[in-house]
């Protein structure tokens, strides 16, 4: 079992749309949870982190993490051709050190069409 | 505040040859770690510091790949020799809580 796993994409939604990223971690003890965005040919860059159960926005983002369930999610709203990219999930275990093990998934690819 | 700085952008060697990568992480920032990622997929942990002791190495290829971090602060990553399976792009973040990457090094080996 992979230690986080991403919905296979790709993922392709008109403009406009909402956009769902799904995410699973197998280490019970991760505390820490990290959307990042990349565009191609480019590093990754944070949009979003949780560490307690529920949902947390910014902006046209959305964050949800349960973590009975084991599961991250990202919403993105109002999807923008601009918002094409691999979304990476990140999960970091180690009770919200600075210094736990920062674990990625394989990314989920997103389209977004005009 | 300055970014992560990495050097050098890009690199072509032959396999068997040597290279190093250099990083500079954000001020202040105790938390080093350098990635791996290979086209499509995602980045995969070398090496992680917490100032200049080793946290993880467990998925480093300890027979070519070495790292250091002299005073907690500055970090190389060396490969020797490359291999043609070594060609990606080596990533490096640092973090108070969250982490932040430097644009990266793409390697090439032929």
């Known amino acids: 079992q992979k230690e986080v796993e991403q919905n296979s994409g790709p993922l392709s939604v008109p403009e406009g749309a909402i956009a769902s990223l799904n995410c699973t971690y197998s280490d019970r003890g991760s505390q820490s949870f990290f959307w990042y965005r990349q565009y191609s040919g480019k590093s990754p860059e944070l949009i979003m982190s949780?560490?307690?159960?529920g949902d947390k926005e910014d902006g046209r983002f959305t964050a949800q993490l349960n973590k009975a369930s084991q599961y991250v999610s990202l919403l993105i709203r109002d999807s923008q051709p601009s918002d094409s990219a691999t979304y990476l999930c990140?999960?970091?275990?180690?009770?919200?050190?600075?210094?736990?093990?920062?674990?990625f998934g394989q990314g989920t690819i997103l389209t977004v069409h005009p | 505040e300055a970014g992560v700085a990495q050097s050098p952008r890009y690199k072509i060697i032959e396999k068997r040859q040597s290279v190093a990568f250099w990083c500079n992480p954000i001020?202040?920032?105790?938390?080093l770690y350098w990635y791996q990622q290979i086209l499509g997929q995602g980045p995969k942990l070398l090496i992680q510091f917490q100032n200049n002791g080793v946290v993880d190495d467990s998925q480093l290829p300890k027979d070519r790949f070495s790292a250091e971090r002299l005073k907690g602060v500055d970090s190389t990553l060396k490969i020797q020799p490359a291999k043609l399976e070594d060609s990606a792009v080596y990533l490096c973040?640092?973090?108070?809580?969250?982490?932040?990457f430097g644009q990266g090094t793409r390697l090439t080996v032929v």
């Open positions: 990140a999960v970091r275990n180690a009770g919200g050190t600075s210094y736990g093990k920062l674990t």
């Open positions: 973040a640092s973090s108070r809580t969250e982490a932040f």
């Open positions: 949780i560490y307690s159960n």
């Open positions: 001020s202040g920032h105790a938390t």
